[in-house]
């Protein structure tokens, strides 16, 4: 079965910083693009990041380019969002996604239960 | 940047109507449209893929179609629980998600 389980998120003053964390099991980690998508509270689904199984290539949302960096360690089946300069429009529930395969790997087909971030002073 | 555009934004049904979802995007997309179903306080689930494939586990009632710009998605008899937010997203170009249609009970 397929277990994504996010941590990290927290309470951040405006212009922190944050890591989030997902622990993948119930597949084959590093075969897949995994993704963050985040949700502000009583709004929409916002693509946050992807990247690579491999991880060498990624790519951001336009709201959070230059300020958050996405990453992933193989070996532990993780996968991080380190986010810095947090603004208020930044708090949201940030779900970990795992990608599909080949012409699948920006279908998001298994959800974590996101972490809540909330940035406020 | 490509926008993608959902109608309605809020519909209202009854249990055994058929209801359909129309997603546009701002540029040709090819087929590559997924769409999604939020309950409340729960993760999306993904219901199709490449417009009009179904989900592995996902009941026959939902399906897709379109190609291009222009995409539907259409539940042929509603259950309780359908009731609940759709949402598409494009990936021909990065990703993108449209803003939603809320499913609500008439």
């Known amino acids: 079965e397929v277990q994504l389980v996010e941590s990290g998120g927290g309470l951040v003053q405006p212009g922190g910083s944050l890591r989030l964390s997902c622990s993948a099991s119930g597949f084959t980690f590093s075969n897949y693009a995994m993704h963050w998508v985040r949700q502000a509270p009583g709004k929409g689904l916002e693509f946050v990041s992807a990247i690579t199984s491999s991880g060498g290539s990624s790519n951001y949302g336009d709201s959070v380019k230059g300020r958050f960096i996405i990453s992933r360690d193989n070996s532990k089946n993780t996968l991080f969002l380190q986010m810095s300069s947090l603004r208020p429009e930044d708090t949201a529930v940030y779900y970990c996604v795992k990608g599909g395969i080949e012409d699948r790997r920006m279908v998001m087909d298994y959800w974590g239960q996101g972490t809540l971030v909330t940035v406020s002073s | 940047d490509i926008q993608m555009t959902q109608s309605p934004s809020t519909l209202s049904a009854s249990i055994g109507d058929r209801v359909t979802i129309t997603c546009r995007a701002s540029?040709?997309?090819?087929?590559?449209l997924a769409w999604y179903q939020q309950e409340p306080g729960k993760a999306p689930k993904l219901l199709i893929y490449k417009a009009s494939s179904l989900e592995s586990g996902v009941p026959s009632r939902f399906s897709g179609s379109g190609s291009g710009t222009e995409f539907t998605l259409t539940i042929s008899s509603l259950q309780p629980d359908d009731f609940a937010t759709y949402y598409c997203?494009?990936?021909?170009?990065?990703?993108?998600f449209g803003q939603g249609t809320k499913l609500e009970i008439k």
């Open positions: 997203q494009q990936y021909n170009n990065y990703c993108t």
């Open positions: 540029q040709n997309i090819n087929s590559w």
